[in-house]
Nanobody, 123 residues
């Protein structure tokens, strides 16, 4: 599966953005998809994940209640709706895929990664 992340940009604090992760190359359906982020000088952080069939969704503590992950398998795309953005959300956001996973918070290797998309939250 090839993954293409998009939707990043500059937004003011309190604003919203929607990121997209588009998959291609093979069936998207059985893959769990996650968003991670990494800011300069910081470790990579889990943001959110959704299992195949959208049965399980998980969020990092810092984004709970503000971010929502969803998937549209007909379009082979996973979305990350980000609301009430804060300056500390500034980061490069990456999507990743893992076959058959339920929970991608465990730090195990992922099968595929997309390139990052930069989100900058600043006034």
């Amino acid at each position: 599966v090839q993954l293409q992340a998009s939707g990043g940009g500059l937004v003011q604090p309190g604003g919203s953005l929607r990121l997209s992760c588009a998959g291609s190359g093979r069936s998207f359906i059985p893959y769990a998809i996650a968003w991670f982020r990494q800011a300069p000088g910081k470790e990579r952080e889990f943001v959110a994940s959704v299992s195949g069939g959208s049965f399980f969704k998980y969020y990092g503590d810092s984004v709970k209640g503000r971010f929502t992950i969803s998937r549209d398998d007909a379009k082979s795309t996973v979305y990350l709706q980000m609301n009430s953005l804060k300056p500390e959300d500034t980061s490069v956001y990456y999507c990743a895929a893992r076959l058959g996973a339920r929970d991608m918070r465990d730090g195990a290797d992922n099968d595929y990664w997309g390139q990052g998309t930069l989100v900058t939250v600043s006034s």
